[in-house]
């Protein structure tokens, strides 16, 4: 029932947060993530990683070409270990660790742009949910030539 990765670090390392003075009737959001890999290793059956996740979300007015309303932006930083099986490969390893890490990261900026948003007058926030695999296979060797998403 508990998964075997442990988090050992997971810190708000940055925020920011702007909201224009009259919201639009029709707004649409776009999100933008990004991240950096710090560690990511394997000695035996331990497995080690530590990435910084950047997660950027806009309110847009629909109608006005995009006129910005809300910005939202946090940097978090993530490290966990985990006993790994020493049949899995290498690459497998590195999948399990990084897509874990993404998404321990990201829902730890889900909730603090939903809590800081919430103290506006645009009311909190909820960011889309993400294919945390996808987007390690995506930077992964083989995948495509991404940093994120």
């Known amino acids: 029932m508990i998964a075997p990765i442990q988090l ?3 810190f708000l390392v940055s925020s920011s ?3 224009a003075d009259c919201p639009a009737e029709h707004m649409d959001q776009k999100i933008g993530l990004d991240f950096t890999v ?10 080690l990683v530590a990435l910084n996740l950047t997660v ?3 309110l847009v007015d629909h109608e006005h070409d995009d006129e910005e309303k809300l910005q939202a ?4 930083l993530v490290s966990a270990h985990a006993s790994l099986p020493t049949s899995m490969t290498d690459e497998q390893a ?3 660790l990084l897509s874990n890490a993404i998404s321990m990261a990201y829902g730890h900026a889900k909730t603090c742009i939903m809590t800081v948003s919430g103290l506006s007058p645009a009311g909190p926030i909820m960011i889309p949910a993400i294919l945390p695999l996808d987007i390690v296979r995506d930077y992964l060797p083989g995948g495509a030539d991404t940093t994120g998403v």
């Open 8 to 10: 050992d670090d997971l």
């Open 17 to 19: 947060f702007q909201v």
């Open 38 to 47: 710090k560690q990511l290793e394997r000695s035996g059956s331990e497995g």
């Open 56 to 58: 950027k979300t806009l």
């Open 73 to 76: 932006s946090v940097e978090v």
């Open 94 to 96: 590195d999948e399990y």
